[in-house]
Nanobody, 124 residues
Framework: QVQLVESGGGSVQTGDSLRVSCQASGSTFSTYALGWFRQAPGTERSFVAA????????RYADSVEGRFTISRDNAKNTVYLQMDSLRREDTATYYC?????????????????WGQGTQVTVFA
């Protein structure tokens, strides 16, 4: 099993940047594919970005492509989501997730383990 703890959320203005992190513990981090999802009040949880075990393949939701970057540091057991050019519609709780399956996964049901979330608020 793996435990995930997100951090780095906060309140920023439109156009600002923010990096959220997810620290893993409890298992071999490099054997997990990872993803970031988000959920705004009254909406379903939605895919944001995902990365494979080695960190060399990533996928993004259309809404964040070109603005967000997912990366991982297997030596630090951490996955990051760098968010640039933030928009009000990026306001949500951001969750990291892990799956022991190889590849890159974009559906929430593909993931076995979830963090508790970190809030990101973007205001005008």
């Amino acid at each position: 099993q793996v435990q995930l703890v997100e951090s780095g959320g906060g309140s920023v203005q439109t156009g600002d940047s923010l990096r959220v992190s997810c620290q893993a513990s409890g298992s071999t981090f490099s054997t997990y594919a990872l993803g970031w999802f988000r959920q705004a009040p009254g909406t379903e949880r939605s895919f944001v970005a995902a990365v494979n075990r080695g960190g060399d393949v990533a996928r993004y939701a259309d809404s964040v492509e070109g603005r967000f970057t997912i990366s991982r540091d297997n030596a630090k057991n951490t996955v990051y989501l760098q968010m640039d050019s933030l928009r009000r519609e990026d306001t949500a709780t951001y969750y990291c997730a892990a799956t022991p399956r190889g590849g890159v996964w974009t559906e929430s049901f593909d993931y076995n383990y979830w963090g508790q979330g970190t809030q990101v608020t973007v205001f005008a």
